[in-house]
């Protein structure tokens, strides 16, 4: 969905941007628990649903940033703070992930970043300064380096 949703968000087409933003939040909200319930979770499946979400959320941060919504710094941020998380896990050894309680609010607000620019403009309102958007970009690279410093200090 990250091609499409980047590629709508290029073009300004921005409720179709919108809806892929919303079917993705929605569906991975979904795949985590049903794959538990139905018995089905692996580490494999961990890793590549992690990934999946850092893909999408990557992609569609990077798209904003470059219409100058706010610094490309952040998805730059948002990689390699997941490649350290799968590495410092030691998720490359078929070891589980560890997350830690920064590192998953950080990763919940990259979405919810990320939404807000897409939700505004898919819906004509403009609730959220663009101002407050672009300090938010920042305090969250921030909160990346320190949830980044913090694994790497307890390892």
């Not at 850092?54 to 952040?74: D, E, R, Y």
């Not at 990763?107 to 101002?131: C, D, E, K, R």
Request: one cysteine or more.
């Amino acid at each position: 969905m990250a091609p499409f949703a980047a590629l709508c968000i290029s073009s300004n087409f921005w409720p179709l941007a919108g809806l892929i933003f919303f079917a993705a939040v929605l569906t991975d909200l979904i795949d985590g628990p049903l794959a538990r319930r139905r018995g089905e979770a692996t580490t494999v499946g961990a890793i590549v649903d992690h990934g999946a979400d850092a893909f999408f959320v990557i992609v569609i941060l990077a798209t904003l940033a470059a219409q100058k919504i706010f610094t490309p710094l952040l998805p730059c941020a948002v990689g390699l703070a997941f490649l350290h998380y799968v590495f410092g896990s030691g998720a490359h050894k078929k070891h589980p992930l560890k997350a830690s309680r920064l590192g998953r609010y950080n990763g919940i607000s990259y979405f919810v970043l990320a939404g807000i620019p897409v939700t505004q403009n898919a819906l004509g309102l403009s609730w959220v300064p663009s101002w407050i958007i672009s300090y938010g970009a920042w305090v969250l690279i921030v909160s990346t380096v320190i949830s980044i410093a913090d694994r790497l200090r307890s390892s």
